[in-house]
């Protein structure tokens, strides 16, 4: 196995590289990296805001030991929330600086997105390199990697743009079968963790696809006590950096019963059509394989290309002794995570799935196992330009062209969609507002709650999570993967406007003051619907809100 | 050997994908959006 120690100027002049290519490949998100956000293939902001919430939350709590980090300030009075959703926990610590040098949360979790999608790049570049792959088939990989169209499809979902993690695991098992030692095993503990808190389903996805390709990688030498030890501190390493997530989960699971029904997660899982779809027009017209008619629609082919040069890394691969091993195992990841996208249509795989691995059943997207297997494209398509190169050099310049152009065709051709941007809310429309929620010192409500049960419809929530560095109130608003079953009775309450049903329920939750969009209810119509349990306090108009008292339900008594 | 069981795990992946995986068809691809969130059976959203 090559060292891993790849030259210091390879590793900057492909950092570069990738970072021009995901700045292209976002454009224009890089021209207004504080104040725009991009939904991605999604319609509303909300993920976005949701998740630059959260890198806010970690940042804010870090300084204080993250005391109270899991009661998290939306859902009030419901504790524990922040374990419902993707807390990205190492993320938010990697971009903790950013937010103490005075970045705002939107500008936070963009350079998170830029950052992520780099070291995408550099995350196979540098498992190439370990797998003794030249430099341009390596650099060739991680710009493959930077523009996985799965990943760019998913942009709108911080959480899942980070495919580095899963990389690493890779590298860390390859790494540690090679010569195993403490050392390495407990490196492929901390890959693991480091998955496992950067997104936790991908962490899972990893294990799994991980354990069922591993067998590959077991060979006579490594059946030993030594090597038993190293892999237990691994696991030891792994469960100790996991635990306070996992266990927070599980108890939140446990308590509030949180779980996908097998319907939900059929509705999940990928249908074998999506493997023939691709969300963008490809560069190969390519026979079977359409393009979805919404780039939002699932759509799972990674390129023809791509698919060319995989298949050409590993009959490579699997004519040499010394390569065939790293090549099964990646090509068996990838095929395995194929067939788990399927989710309950592999019926008795995922019903053994479901009740024997914990989180399993918790998971609502099983096609995003998908998202694995196209990284083991991106690795394989590696070996594919190795083997390409390798051949071109022995027929001359004309082939030497030809293998370049395939190359390029493959980092490019799907090159994602024009990128939406969504400029996010700004501290600034919304001044007098905001200095009036500070001085109530007490938990607040902003009305709509929601607007309707999509994604879109908590899209104002969100943007009020976004501001909650701003007005520093818990609330009631928020948006998350699982919602506190409680909830639904004051969505439905509050639906059609401040019924009184709905303000005394939130009295009862402890509010005591709301603010109302004045574009939804006016003064009038909100005094009037809620029966007098409002008492309208203050207004600015010329930022289209209004302040309530709650006189009802007990939340100012 | 090894060739021939890589072969072999290829193999049964991609029937599998493309049988099994055909399987509760659904012509109408918008019920495959990737973010389909909304207030569904167990109430809850995507992330």
């Not at chain 1, 979902?157 to 407990?186: D, E, K, N, Q, Y």
């Not at chain 1, 995570?337 to 053994?352: D, E």
Request: charged letters at 15%; proline letters at 7%; glycine letters at 10%.
């Amino acid at each position: 196995m090559a060292n891993p120690r790849t030259d210091l100027h390879l590793l900057i002049g492909a950092a570069a590289t990738y970072l021009v290519l995901a700045i292209a490949a976002t454009w224009p998100l890089v021209l207004d990296l504080g104040g725009s956000v991009s939904p991605g293939t999604d319609e509303p902001a909300t993920v976005p805001y949701a998740s630059a919430w959260a890198l806010w939350w970690t940042a804010d709590r870090l300084p204080h030991g993250l005391a109270s980090w899991w009661d998290a300030p939306i859902f009030h009075p419901q504790a524990g929330v922040f374990a419902w959703s993707e807390a990205m926990p190492l993320l938010g610590v990697l971009a903790a600086p950013l937010r103490w040098l005075g970045a705002g949360p939107i500008a936070v979790l963009n350079v998170v997105l830029l950052g992520s999608l780099t070291a995408n790049g550099l995350s196979v570049f540098g498992l190439g390199r370990l797998l003794r792959l030249s430099p341009p088939a390596a650099l060739a990989g991680g710009a493959v990697a930077v523009l996985l169209p799965v990943v760019h499809a998913e942009l709108g979902v911080p959480t899942l743009v980070p495919i580095w993690p899963i990389v690493g695991v890779l590298a860390a098992m390859l790494w540690f079968v090679h010569a195993p030692s403490l050392g390495r095993g407990a490196l492929l503990g901390a890959a693991v963790a480091a998955a496992y808190l950067t997104c936790s389903q991908y962490g899972l996805f990893t294990v799994i696809a991980t354990a069922l390709a591993g067998g590959w990688l077991i060979r006579r030498e490594l059946v030993q006590p030594r090597v038993g030890g190293a892999l237990l501190l691994g696991a030891v390493v792994a469960g100790l950096l996991i635990a306070p997530l996992a266990l927070a989960q599980r108890t939140a699971s446990a308590e509030a019963g949180l779980e996908r029904s097998e319907t939900r997660a059929l509705k999940g899982s990928a249908h074998a059509q999506a493997w023939w779809r691709t969300p963008w027009t490809q560069a190969i017209p390519t026979p079977t394989v359409r393009t979805a008619r919404d780039p939002g629609v699932r759509a799972l082919f990674p390129g023809t290309a791509k698919l060319g040069l995989a298949l050409l890394g590993v009959i490579w691969g699997m004519r040499r002794e010394d390569r065939e091993v790293e090549v099964a195992f990646v090509a068996t990841f990838a095929l395995v995570a194929l067939m788990l996208s399927l989710g309950p249509r592999l019926a008795p795989v995922y019903a053994l799935f479901r009740d024997l691995v914990p989180g399993y059943a918790q998971v609502r997207s099983l096609w995003r196992f998908g998202v694995l297997a196209h990284v083991g494209v991106a690795v394989l398509t590696a070996f594919g330009v190795h083997a390409l190169i390798e051949a071109a050099e022995r027929r001359g310049r004309p082939a030497q062209w030809g293998a370049a152009t395939l190359v390029v065709l493959a980092v490019v051709e799907l090159w994602p969609g024009p990128v939406r941007t969504i400029e996010a809310p700004s501290p600034d429309g919304r001044r007098q507002t905001l200095i009036w929620a500070v001085a109530q010192g007490k938990p607040l409500a902003f009305l709509p709650l929601r607007t309707d049960a999509t994604a879109a419809g908590y899209e104002e929530s969100a943007a009020w999570m976004v501001l909650q560095p701003e007005h520093g109130r818990p609330t009631v608003n928020g948006y998350s993967s699982y919602f506190p079953p409680d909830l639904k009775e004051l969505f439905d309450d509050l639906a059609d406007g401040p019924s009184r049903a709905g303000v005394v329920a939130l009295g009862k939750r402890g509010i005591c003051r709301v603010v109302v969009r004045s574009s939804w209810r006016d003064r009038a119509a909100a005094e009037a619907e809620s029966a007098g349990a409002l008492r309208w306090v203050a207004g600015w108009p010329e930022e289209g809100y209004d302040a309530y008292e709650v006189t009802a339900g007990g939340g100012c008594r | 050997m090894k060739k021939l069981l890589l072969a072999l795990i290829a193999l049964s992946a991609l029937t599998l994908t493309f049988t099994v995986g055909c399987s509760h068809v659904d012509d109408d691809d918008s019920a495959e959006h990737n973010m389909d969130h909304g207030d569904d059976d167990d109430s809850s959203m995507s992330m």
